[in-house]
């Protein structure tokens, strides 16, 4: 089984006020640094590149235009570009004119990475049928916005023949371990990874795990790193454009 890896930035900054108010999620000395402005505690793009770099992997960063400005990361984007990393468009859905908000944002995005962007993220994962469809029209290749218990599997498909676009489920996200189901470190790790053997076990052939850049140095976020080192180790994993490839590759090998 394949594993696909990304991360969505919904923000890259927060105030002291805000770090203050969730210090539980943070060392003392992550939270003294913060004050003092010698670490931004919500802007770790340069910290993941050096993780997956040091396992010799490459991620999914999807990223929004709305949120902040992408003058702000126009450097660390084109470095992830140079690197092999790649770059999807994290969408915000408004209700009106929503064709012309998502060609603007994807337009935007390609000219400040100069570079094509082939995959979409739904913020809050808020997708529907007519979005897909919207995807497809506007020249996106991948959406990755549904949970795998939505869609009853882990793997990619397509979506149908009208809509040429490749559905990739999300397999476990950072938020759901904490947020939602309040797991330790521990036991999401656990969980994690028994998920994992789950999928493999019921002939799944791929898996995406979704954890936000901003988490990374958080409480929860930090478990990151020891999932990649176990999946690094027992299998192979990939930036969510290389594991369609690879997914298209064997099947036409076992054809």
Same mark, same amino acid.
């Given at each position: 089984?394949?594993?696909?890896?990304?991360? @969505?930035? @919904?923000?890259?900054?927060?105030?002291?006020?805000?770090?203050?108010?969730?210090?539980?999620?943070?060392?003392?000395?992550?939270?003294?640094?913060?004050?003092?402005g010698i670490r931004n505690l919500?802007?770790?793009?340069?910290?993941?590149? *050096?993780?997956?770099?040091?396992?010799?992997?490459?991620?999914?960063?999807?990223?929004?235009?709305?949120?902040?400005?992408? @003058?702000?990361?126009? @450097?660390?984007?084109?470095?992830?570009?140079?690197?092999?990393?790649?770059?999807?468009?994290?969408?915000?859905?408004?209700?009106?004119? !929503?064709?012309?908000?998502?060609?603007?944002?994807?337009?935007?995005? *390609?000219?400040?990475?100069?570079?094509?962007?082939?995959?979409? !993220?739904?913020?809050?994962?808020?997708?529907?049928?007519?979005?897909?469809?919207l995807y497809a029209e506007e020249g996106f290749i991948y959406d990755s916005s549904y949970r795998m218990e939505e869609v009853g599997q882990s793997t990619p498909f397509m979506i149908s023949s009208e809509v040429s676009l490749t559905e990739v489920p999300i397999g476990v996200m950072d938020t759901d371990l904490f947020g939602r189901l309040h797991l330790s470190e521990n036991k999401a790790l656990r969980y994690v990874l028994h998920k994992l053997r789950t999928c493999k076990e019921a002939g799944e052939k791929a898996f995406t795990l979704l954890f936000h850049q901003e988490s990374y140095s958080m409480k929860g976020g930090r478990i990151y790193s020891k999932i990649l080192e176990e999946v690094v180790s027992s299998t192979e994993a990939y930036k969510i454009s290389e594991l369609l490839d690879k997914l298209r590759e064997r099947s036409v090998e076992e054809a």
């Open positions: 089984m394949l594993v696909g890896l990304s991360h @969505d930035a @919904d923000s890259i900054r927060r105030s002291f006020k805000h770090v203050w108010k969730v210090r539980h999620r943070f060392t003392l000395k992550q939270i003294v640094s913060h004050a003092l919500y802007n770790n793009f340069v910290e993941l590149m *050096e993780l997956e770099e040091k396992h010799g992997v490459r991620s999914t960063f999807f990223i929004p235009v709305v949120f902040f400005s992408l @003058d702000e990361l126009e @450097d660390v984007l084109k470095e992830l570009v140079k690197g092999g990393w790649e770059i999807g468009l994290h969408y915000v859905a408004e209700p009106i004119q !929503r064709r012309a908000l998502l060609r603007l944002e994807k337009t935007m995005l *390609e000219e400040k990475i100069e570079h094509t962007v082939n995959g979409v !993220r739904t913020h809050n994962l808020a997708v529907n049928k007519e979005l897909l469809r």
